[in-house]
């Protein structure tokens, strides 16, 4: 909320110690969430779909790729007459998509994944996941877009949507930039129409994002540093049996990641706040990091019940 007032207002509000401070706390604690259990949260998205197997028996979850916490602050205004309860969730470490929305989707930790640093097995991941739980596959739905629709055997459906990672990406004017693109999309009503149509067709609806996403500066591009895998992250590098980490960590001022929930044995670097392995001097607005815009996501809960529309 502070950094949407300082977007829409042009206020010059420094957040960047949050971030330090919560960076701190992730560094130190986000090993200890798996531990953790809160009757209006999952906690961490991998938690996210047994917390809705036992709160629903009929439900979609709408997966906002890329979605913070800023961004829900200016969707949320066109859900006028949906009742929701809003709490959040901790997007698993690198917020990355094939990391954290893989695990929404199927329970994991990112080292129990099939294919960690791609997408490609994210569908049977879920269909997996929703199997353990008792569904039969023709009561599993995967869809992607706001037209969405399931049979009326779906019990347990998961709507992917992309426009928020996608204007993310091609973002270049910053959080000003986000701000005028999210009211544009709150004005289209489109991931309203969706939860209200699905409220009719009797799913409880939960709307959370795999990861959210924070403005950076560019330190510059990673070339020839032995980098094993490719994240598709411009905020965390992923090293394995490599001599040079130390330089890596000097060079760009990068943390060591102590390795919470991920394959141990790869090294994980990863850039301070508001840093990423962008073109040297670049804005931009990312994702993969440890900041709380990227790691703290909305959960939204709304029942079928409780909508009258």
């Known amino acids: 909320i502070i950094d949407r007032y300082s977007a829409q207002y042009g206020l010059n509000i420094d957040t960047s110690e949050i971030n330090r401070l919560f960076q701190n706390y ?21 938690h996210a779909m047994e917390y809705i197997h036992e709160q629903s028996e009929k439900f979609a979850i709408i997966v906002m790729d890329g979605m913070s916490e800023f961004d829900w602050t200016i ?99 910053g959080r000003i930039g986000m701000l005028n693109d999210d009211t544009v999309l709150m004005k289209q009503n489109k991931l309203a129409e969706l939860t209200k149509r699905l409220l009719q067709d009797g799913f409880d609806v939960y709307i959370t ?20 895998v490719e994240t598709r992250s411009h905020k965390m590098v992923v090293l394995k049996d490599f001599a040079n980490k130390d330089s890596l960590i000097e060079r760009y001022g990068l943390l060591e990641y102590p390795k919470y929930y991920l394959p141990k044995d790869y090294d994980y670097l990863i850039c301070n706040v508001g840093d ?34």
């Open 26 to 46: 992730v560094l130190k604690a986000f090993g200890t969430l798996s531990t953790k259990i809160d009757r209006d949260t999952p906690v961490l998205v991998s």
């Open 75 to 173: 969707l949320k205004r066109s859900f006028a007459g949906i009742c929701y309860r809003q709490s959040a969730a901790f997007a698993m470490i690198p917020s990355t998509t094939s990391i954290s929305r893989q695990c929404l989707l199927s329970g994991k930790y990112p080292s129990q994944l099939i294919e960690p640093w791609k997408q490609s097995k994210e569908k049977n991941e879920f269909y997996e996941c929703a199997r353990k739980y008792g569904y039969k596959d023709n009561q599993i739905g995967y869809e992607r877009g706001y037209d969405a629709s399931f049979s009326a055997f779906v019990k347990c459906g998961a709507v992917i949507i992309l426009d928020i990672d996608e204007l993310v990406h091609a973002q270049y004017q």
């Open 209 to 228: 994002a795999d990861h959210g996403n924070t403005p950076c500066t560019g330190l510059g591009r990673l070339t020839g540093s032995g980098v094993e």
């Open 276 to 309: 990423s392995l962008d073109i040297k001097g670049e804005n931009v607005m990312t994702h993969g990091g440890i900041s709380l815009d990227e790691v703290v996501v909305p959960f939204i809960i709304a029942r079928t019940e409780d909508y009258h529309g």
